[in-house]
């Protein structure tokens, strides 16, 4: 659609405020049709257009709830608590927090690789195509897997709970939760002993609800936030700069030699 087709007017499926009167959300009425809606099964619906079963948005609840850290020492969460100590408003330093949640490694870029390798692993096993294969080349080609592996530790604590909670529901069994562990046991019996991590199950997850990977990233964006506002007031509490203060003595300088600097005349 062209430029000038846009001029004089806002087209849009999503939905309009009209200011005094009603709100539409997705083609439904927000305070009539969807009032009775969870939040995050709005936020789920507002992403996808699609409405999920209590038995899926419980599990989404909980790929949130289990990565919900309140510890300040992680990357994103000491944005959230630099902030504090810096007396930022709250606002700001959870935007930032959220913003370096971006991250290749460790965030919502992994995510984004991890449903994608499951997704295209998945239709090209469908295709035929040998899953000892299918793996190698990906190594070849990124020498790692998204969702595999984990640089701080050698194992996941958040699968565990994860996996009984996907049983209890009776959705241990889904395509792609199937093919994360298979993709887990070829690592683990070949030279490369790495396990399987929360990217690769959380984004099995997804992709048996049947989320594109861009959904997924969305859905995924407030993942960490209700543990970054503790490590935020924390912070905010205590004396100025006194959350992560680092001496110069603390610092391994390797420059220059200090230098004795002429008095002024």
Request: glycine content about 10%.
């Amino acid at each position: 659609m062209s430029l000038s087709e846009n001029v004089g007017g806002f087209r849009t499926r999503m939905g309009q405020a009209f200011v005094g009167s009603r709100a539409v959300f997705r083609g439904h009425d927000l305070h009539a049709d969807l009032k009775d809606l969870d939040w995050i099964e709005l936020y789920a619906f507002g992403i996808t257009g699609r409405r999920l079963t209590p038995q899926q948005l419980r599990v989404l609840h909980a790929v949130w709830v289990f990565t919900s850290y309140p510890d300040a020492r992680i990357w994103n969460n000491r944005v959230a608590a630099l902030a504090g100590s810096a007396r930022s408003t709250g606002n700001l330093a959870m935007a930032a927090a959220i913003a370096v949640s971006e991250a290749s490694i460790y965030g919502r870029g992994i995510d984004i690789r991890a449903i994608d390798f499951l997704q295209r692993t998945r239709r090209a096993l469908d295709q035929g195509d040998a899953l000892d294969a299918l793996v190698r080349a990906e190594l070849q080609a990124h020498r790692g897997i998204a969702g595999y592996g984990r640089p701080i530790a050698n194992g996941d604590e958040r699968i565990a709970p994860m996996m009984a909670l996907l049983r209890e529901l009776g959705l241990d069994q889904g395509a792609h939760v199937r093919l994360a562990f298979e993709v887990e046991r070829f690592l683990l019996e070949g030279r490369w002993r790495w396990r399987i991590n929360y990217a690769a199950l959380c984004g099995a997850i997804a992709a048996d609800f049947g989320l594109s990977a861009r959904e997924y990233y969305l859905f995924n964006v407030p993942a960490f936030l209700a543990g970054m506002q503790p490590c935020y007031i924390e912070a905010a509490e205590r004396s100025p700069g006194a959350t992560f203060p680092m001496p110069c003595t603390h610092v391994r300088y390797e420059g220059a030699p200090a230098r004795a600097w002429p008095a002024r005349p």
